[in-house]
């Protein structure tokens, strides 16, 4: 299966904003606002510091941008409470604001709806600084069944209007792992496993899952795979291509361009 949903990128110049147009964007937009769902160990967090370029948490606020102490978030998430309105920022790249999902992996009724208020309640704001820009959804597929009943609920019952969703399949290594033992079994020389183990595990991974979501009701715009995250080599690149590619909003693309401080060839 061979599936391209996003917008081309197109060849040309890198795109890159002098600093005075990047101030004038980001005067008008604020900054760019994200959405990260994804069950726990889905690699949420490695994701959004790979794309800050940093090692360090994100510094946690209130919906009233009140900065929340270290020991309240512990306590409360010790708890199992969550207010998906916080907003976390990364020292490194403050231009991002996420709100996370966290609780999402339960399915139950309560936190799903929870999240679909937060992305219906964010799209009726009037401005754009305040509005959700993107949604990146986790999915990890080291096990044999990556899409669970909040999965399946989210692209079939959750509308995002115009915020873009990309799905993260992370840990897709494993299936790497799977497809490399499989091809040996075959009668492959352990190079040509090597070799061929990534393209195969993707290949199988299209047919068996992948071409489902794309079926459902609301698909995701795009879908990166993401491997060895937890090794320092590999980054967030292509997601960060892809997202700039499903932005329809030029100013958005820009700001989301300008924040990243990548230049990218739109």
């Given at each position: 299966?061979?599936k391209?949903?996003?917008?081309?990128?197109?060849?040309?110049?890198l795109?890159?904003?002098?600093?005075?147009?990047?101030?004038k964007?980001?005067?008008?937009?604020?900054r760019?606002?994200?959405?990260?769902?994804?069950?726990?160990?889905?690699?949420?967090?490695?994701?959004?510091?790979?794309?800050?370029?940093?090692?360090?948490?994100?510094?946690?606020?209130?919906?009233?941008?009140?900065?929340i102490?270290p020991?309240?978030?512990?306590?409360?998430?010790?708890?199992?409470l969550?207010?998906?309105?916080?907003?976390?920022?990364?020292?490194?790249?403050?231009?991002?604001?996420?709100?996370?999902?966290r609780?999402?992996e339960?399915?139950?009724?309560?936190?799903?709806?929870?999240?679909?208020?937060f992305?219906?309640?964010?799209?009726?704001?009037t401005?754009?600084?305040?509005?959700?820009?993107?949604?990146?959804?986790?999915?990890?597929?080291?096990?044999?069944?990556?899409?669970?009943?909040a999965?399946?609920?989210?692209?079939?019952?959750?509308?995002?209007?115009?915020?873009?969703?990309?799905?993260?399949?992370?840990?897709?290594?494993?299936?790497?792992?799977k497809?490399?033992?499989?091809?040996?079994?075959?009668?492959?020389?352990?190079?040509e496993?090597?070799?061929?183990?990534?393209q195969?595990a993707?290949?199988?991974?299209?047919?068996?899952?992948?071409?489902?979501?794309?079926?459902?009701?609301?698909p995701?715009?795009?879908?990166?795979?993401?491997?060895?995250?937890?090794?320092?080599?590999?980054d967030?690149?292509?997601?960060?291509?892809?997202?700039?590619?499903?932005?329809?909003?030029?100013?958005?693309?820009?700001?989301?361009?300008?924040?990243?401080?990548?230049?990218?060839?739109?």
């Amino acid at each position: 299966m061979s599936k391209s949903i996003s917008k081309p990128i197109s060849g040309g110049p890198l795109f890159s904003l002098n600093d005075g147009q990047a101030q004038k964007i980001k005067s008008k937009c604020g900054r760019f606002r994200i959405l990260i769902i994804g069950r726990a160990n889905a690699g949420k967090t490695t994701i959004l510091q790979k794309v800050c370029n940093t090692t360090e948490d994100p510094i946690v606020y209130d919906a009233n941008g009140e900065e929340i102490d270290p020991l309240v978030l512990e306590a409360s998430a010790s708890r199992g409470l969550h207010n998906i309105e916080e907003e976390l920022v990364f020292k490194s790249n403050p231009g991002f604001i996420f709100h996370d999902s966290r609780g999402f992996e339960a399915g139950g009724i309560e936190e799903l709806n929870k999240v679909k208020e937060f992305i219906e309640s964010r799209s009726k704001e009037t401005k754009l600084a305040r509005k959700l820009h993107a949604i990146w959804y986790c999915i990890p597929v080291d096990d044999s069944r990556p899409f669970t009943t909040a999965e399946n609920w989210f692209f079939s019952e959750c509308g995002t209007a115009d915020v873009p969703v990309i799905a993260i399949f992370t840990k897709f290594d494993a299936l790497d792992t799977k497809a490399f033992t499989a091809l040996r079994k075959g009668g492959k020389s352990t190079t040509e496993a090597e070799e061929l183990a990534p393209q195969h595990a993707v290949a199988s991974f299209e047919v068996v899952h992948l071409k489902t979501v794309y079926t459902l009701a609301y698909p995701p715009k795009d879908h990166v795979y993401q491997r060895n995250m937890n090794t320092e080599g590999p980054d967030c690149s292509e997601l960060v291509e892809r997202t700039a590619a499903v932005l329809d909003n030029e100013t958005l693309q820009q700001l989301f361009v300008s924040t990243q401080r990548n230049s990218l060839k739109l």
